[in-house]
T-cell receptor, first 114, second 113 residues
Framework: DAGVIQSPRHEVTEMGQEVTLRCKPI?????LFWYRQTMMRGLELLIY????????DSGMPEDRFSAKMPNASFSTLKIQPSEPRDSAVYFC????????????FGPGTRLTVL | DQQVKQNSPSLSVQEGRISILNCDYT??????FLWYKKYPAEGPTFLIS?????DKNEDGRFTVFLNKSAKHLSLHIVPSQPGDSAVYFC????????????FGTGTRLQVTL
């Protein structure tokens, strides 16, 4: 079975550029989560969706961050404009709502903003 | 405010011995707890979980203990193996927040030969 798929795995960009991270959840899962991992703050939840609808975006750090889930099999996290402090590993996770609270993570995208 | 705390950033254990990883939480509304394992350059992998109605859950070499009165949980790995070397994250959720997980900062376990 394919797990959560994220692309790209690595992204290096310059300050001010737009960055788009992509996620394909596990087929059949109807909850999707975006996390950011940094040394200082560990794993932070940015936003999550249930049935493609954003439920809680209180973790999104600024208006420069936006996330969409146009259908059940695809989500994007966009940063525009990017800043060096956005450098981190971004994880996507999915879950089958109605089951346990276990979330399944993708391999992450390592973002470096120069 | 860190609601889930892993106070030991690292732990070193000899192969074959027991590894004990600890986690404390402050939110009394948490009712489901999970442990994830993370290898470098990979996403966290679910390891084991426990509901607040239990105080112990076992899966092979892994056992999670929950002490609700102390707001403390621990993960025991017996016997420890070199392949267990990874970062372990404790996470907690509250049914009322629709499965939003709050993670600790992780403990790096190194199992030595």
């Amino acid at each position: 079975d394919a797990g959560v798929i994220q692309s790209p795995r690595h992204e290096v960009t310059e300050m001010g550029q737009e960055v788009t991270l992509r996620c394909k959840p596990i087929s059949g899962h109807n909850s999707l989560f975006w996390y950011r991992q940094t040394m200082m703050r560990g794993l932070e939840l940015l936003i999550y969706f249930n049935n493609n609808v954003p439920i809680d975006d209180s973790g999104m750090p600024e208006d420069r961050f936006s996330a969409k889930m146009p259908n059940a099999s695809f989500s994007t996290l966009k940063i525009q404009p990017s800043e060096p402090r956005d450098s981190a590993v971004y994880f996507c996770a999915s879950r089958l709502a109605g089951g346990t609270d276990t979330q399944y993570f993708g391999p992450g995208t390592r973002l470096t903003v120069l | 405010d860190q609601q889930v705390k892993q106070n030991s950033p690292s732990l070193s254990v000899q192969e074959g011995r027991i590894s004990i990883l600890n986690c404390d939480y402050t939110n009394s509304m948490f009712d489901y707890f999970l442990w994830y394992k993370k290898y470098p350059a990979e996403g966290p992998t679910f390891l084991i979980s426990i509901s607040s109605i239990k105080d112990k859950n076992e899966d092979g070499r892994f056992t999670v203990f929950l002490n609700k009165s102390a707001k403390h949980l621990s993960l025991h790995i017996v016997p420890s193996q070199p392949g267990d070397s990874a970062v372990y994250f404790c996470a907690a959720s509250d049914y009322g927040t629709a499965s939003k997980l709050t993670f600790g900062t992780g403990t790096r376990l190194q199992v030595t030969l």
